[in-house]
Nanobody
Framework: QVQLVESGGGLVQAGGSLRLSCAASGSGSSINSMGWYRRGRRDLVASISR????NYADSAKGRFTISRDNAKNTVYLQMNSLKPEDTAVYYC??????????WGQGTQVTVSS
């Protein structure tokens, strides 16, 4: 079992920045990839494998950076140049080597114009 706890959401003006964090507990060493989704967990924002291979949605490229600290079982999403259309609940996701998927509770990001 893996538990995911997100933090770092909030309200920011357009053009501002936020950094989201997601800490995994439990069987953290079983996690292969981690990522961030929004829009009801439908839209991938960014993902990163344990080896550091990243994948970004087109809307996130050039503005968002995903990173990971495997020792802390934590994934980060640095979001810069935020736009009102980035407003959403952001969900952390973990996919294990056993092909199980886990979700965090979500953190709200609101970007005002």
């Amino acid at each position: 079992q893996v538990q995911l706890v997100e933090s770092g959401g909030g309200l920011v003006q357009a053009g501002g920045s936020l950094r989201l964090s997601c800490a995994a507990s439990g069987s953290g060493s079983s996690i292969n990839s981690m990522g961030w989704y929004r829009r009801g967990r439908r839209d991938l924002v960014a993902s990163i494998s344990r080896g550091g291979v990243t994948n970004y949605a087109d809307s996130a490229k050039g503005r968002f950076t995903i990173s990971r600290d495997n020792a802390k079982n934590t994934v980060y999403l640095q979001m810069n140049s935020l736009k009102p259309e980035d407003t959403a609940v952001y969900y952390c996701n973990a996919f294990t080597y056993a092909r199980s998927m886990y979700w965090g509770q979500g953190t709200q990001v609101t970007v005002s114009s």
